[in-house]
């Protein structure tokens, strides 16, 4: 038996305002702009990087949920570095999880099993 897919589908479409697009997930829109737009909406790379942080959350949740181990709080903090002559490549993404209320041992083998995958 072949496992069940599940598309994730997000449509992004300009905008009058150079720079910024609307986005829609399923029922939800947002608005991005661009590190050359107008500035004020969430950056095409904080999105980015919500995504990557979010997923960290989320996923070390539902990992800990299955087997067993409370998390009072995680947090995960991330940054990157780019020149800013080129916004569009990456010299540098820092990723850091903190929990509260879990040992150390498993703080870090929740952290790695997030890596792995």
């Not at 829109?29 to 904080?46: K, Q």
């Not at 947090?75 to 993404?93: E, G, K």
């Amino acid at each position: 038996m072949a496992d069940e897919r599940t598309v994730t589908s997000v449509s992004t479409v300009s905008t009058e305002t150079k720079g910024r697009v609307i986005n829609t997930a399923r029922h939800n829109h947002f608005v991005i702009d661009s590190p050359t737009g107008p500035g004020e909406a969430l950056s095409t790379g904080e999105a980015f990087l919500a995504g990557i942080s979010a997923c960290g959350v989320t996923l070390v949740q539902g990992v800990a949920a299955a087997e067993g181990t409370t998390i009072e709080r995680l947090q995960v903090d991330i940054s990157s570095v780019r020149l800013a002559s080129n916004p569009v490549d990456f010299d540098s993404i820092e990723v850091n999880f903190v929990y509260r209320g879990v040992p150390q041992a498993d703080a870090e083998r929740l952290t790695e099993t997030w890596k792995a995958r």
